[in-house]
């Protein structure tokens, strides 16, 4: 009898007009290759990987329209055109009137951070990323985490895991009194928390608060059209609004926001500062002349500009945002049916495996996900990257490790780059590995750098 189909698939809403060759090693190779790079996939050769999820960040394949876009590049020093095309952009779809070009987002993240930010202040927000935690303690400043419980539970079901807790913003409100928080940092899709959204109900309930307050509310809106996304699927009232209005609703409550373009807006390289508020874009646009380059050019060339002002408007063409988190979800679900521990629901990005309960044999202190990621690139030759006690990384006071609960592989997946059947190699991959699960050794670290760990520390497998 013949089969009839289950449901009407979606497909990608493009076709593939350049293709890059990728090679595959044997897994001896790949021993070798894994051992003389310290078990750390960030310190792989790219040419001895086969599927490449390490991450999403400047990985992307840009469109004919952006890549043509390149070659209008005005490479003038001062006032390109592609400056002047960029800023319209980023004024009509974030809705905000001042903007500074960075070469990627942590150069906007040092700004705002040395802007705002006195010693001794504190700065609220839903959960740490690496680079922007970062450059708020380089500031002087510390990282108070007021993300809702649900966020570091794995498996706890909840739409929005990102939501900001309100009562935990209260209490720091209390503790350390306003002038103390100089912003609310928010972010969304959170990326540490697996790629998990916040609500725009939640976003209100924070400005109210950041109004009474008198606290700056500022994003991290490096995934803004991610979390538009889920908004539209997942809140009620947004489900017949555009991925552009929700945008721009979001944007409608924040003073300003940091962008790393390297991820929504599908280019390789670039960043950038834009606000409402004309005293710190002052500041910001003197500061880029110390650090990055000239102000209508940042640390960027024209040509990445243009490509950066094409990606906006494709980053909010629904067909476009659904086909990415699609393939992120289509990932997880197929993992899921091999039953392996993977974080709830399902991220914007990324799958994150539950390496805690994946490699339940191992203790924290074996850097049980820095293990998990090693042994799947040695199967099949397919990166990840740890997000666990390695890109915790220390305290600064005690210099102790910083302990997480999430102890999470990400499988991060580049934008228009993959087909359907490489994440089906990823999976049976991943199926193979939880096979022989038992069996798998911890590592221990054997170099460790000052900051940001997880990029260059070095590890040996424990016997
Ligand atoms: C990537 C990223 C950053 C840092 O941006 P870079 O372009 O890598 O410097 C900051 N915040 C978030 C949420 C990111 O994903």
Redesign the pocket.
Known sequence: MAKKPEKRSWAEPFKIKVVEPIKMLTVKEREKAAKEAGYNTFLLRSEDVYIDLLTD?GTNAMSDNQWAGMMLGDEAYAGSKNFYHLESNIQKYYGMPYFVPTH???AA?HMISKILIKPGDYIPGNMY?T??RLHQELAGGTFVDVIIDEAHIPEAEHPFKGNIDLKKLEKLVKQVGADKIPYISM?GPV?MAGGQPFSMKNLQKVYEFAKKHKIRLWM?A??AVENAYFIKMRERGYKSKTIAEILLEMMSYFEGIWV?A??DLMVNIG?FLATKDKKVFEEARNMVVVYEGLHTYGGLAGRDMEAMARGIEEMVQFDMIRTRVGQVEYLGNKLLSYGIPIVRPIGGHAVFLDAKKFLSHLPQDEFPAQTLAAEIYIDSGVRSMERGIVSAGRDPKTGKHRYPKLELVRLTLPRRVYTQAHLDVTAESIAAVYERRKSVKGLKMVYEPKYLRFFQGRFKRLK
């Open positions: 960040s990627q987002g942590r993240e990323f680079t922007t972010a990326n991290d490096t995934r790393s390297k991820k960043g």
